[in-house]
């Protein structure tokens, strides 16, 4: 990336910050809110912005979904996978008994259920952030807790009452890096974003869909609906599969797809983590070819019109 600026869910101290560290390109910038975060980039006050999309507990971050859907024109160029480990921070001096309040981001709160329920007297308080809970803790005198990162209780000067608090030690989140006009290069290990609009809802219509990226052999890797916010029963469909847009077979289907439904709206083909989706790309086209090949010496054995 060619980065000038990047923005992240601030402030400092916010897992999106850590995971922006990790790009080592452009000058971070901290957003109070996602929302806020994809309003700078599309209007251009921002090069681009690091924003959660899902998380291995919770799942989608709806926010984010909702904004590239929906509200702004946006390409995502690139993932970062994480691991989440939260902590329960709060003033030093101040112990886990006397916690009477406990802020934090609506994701995180959901990812540690479990604990807080072993809190019975401790109410829970949403924040904008992670990162603004502990900012909001260390300013308090009150017997107040966030959940956090370690990060955020370095830089706010809190203890950990208590480490590693989620409620699966498999805690992920998954951010991406969006951009306004620019489609990440491909690379062979890549990932494509779009959303699917029907006209109408009929039986076999998500079949019809499905069936063409089957029909390819193109492996779907996240399909989810989302409502339309035009009313009850109204759904577009968030489909990700492996492959890019200047692949031929994605570039294929995409465009079977656009004649067929009421509106595709394209998020992105972008590099992803792992290796798993490149190996068994490279199996599918060596399985392609190897069909190809077949079909070619059956029509070479077609006897010619006498």
Excluded at 69 to 86: A, G, K, S, W
Excluded at 184 to 202: E, K, L, M, S, W
Aim: glycine share 10%.
């Amino acid at each position: 990336m060619n980065a000038t600026t990047i923005g992240f869910l601030g402030p400092e101290g916010s897992f999106t910050h850590e995971a922006v560290t990790t790009l080592g390109d452009g000058r971070a910038v901290a957003v109070a809110t996602i929302g806020d975060l994809l309003a700078d980039v599309a209007a251009g006050r921002l090069d681009r912005v690091l924003v959660p999309i899902e998380n291995a507990i919770e799942g989608t971050v709806s926010a984010t979904i909702d904004g590239l859907v929906f509200d702004y024109d946006l390409y995502i160029e690139r993932e970062v996978v994480r691991p989440i480990h939260l902590h329960l921070l709060a003033r030093p001096g101040v112990s886990l008994a006397a916690v009477t309040t406990v802020y934090s981001y609506v994701h995180a709160l959901a990812q540690v259920r479990g604990f807080l329920a072993g809190m019975p007297r401790a109410g829970v308080v949403q924040s904008t952030s992670t990162s603004e809970a502990a900012r909001l803790v260390a300013e308090s005198d009150e017997p107040w807790a966030a959940v956090g990162s370690a990060m955020a209780g370095e830089i706010f000067g809190l203890a950990s009452l208590a480490p590693d608090i989620e409620d699966h030690p498999g805690n992920a989140t998954r951010f991406v890096v969006v951009g306004r006009d620019a489609i990440a290069t491909p690379t062979g290990h890549d990932r494509t974003t779009i959303v699917c609009f029907q006209d109408n809802d009929r039986p076999g219509s998500l079949y019809g869909i499905l069936g063409r990226f089957a029909a390819r052999d193109i492996n779907l890797t996240k399909l989810e609906s989302r409502p339309t916010k035009l009313g009850l029963g109204n759904y577009c469909f968030v489909i990700e599969f492996e492959g890019h847009v200047d692949d031929d077979i994605v570039a294929d289907c995409l465009v079977d797809l656009q004649v067929h439904l009421a509106r595709v709206k394209f998020l992105g083909s972008y590099p992803v983590t792992g290796e798993e989706a490149t190996s068994r790309r490279g199996e599918i086209d060596e399985a392609r070819r190897a069909a190809t090949d077949w079909m070619a010496s059956l029509r070479a054995r077609v006897r010619p019109l006498d």
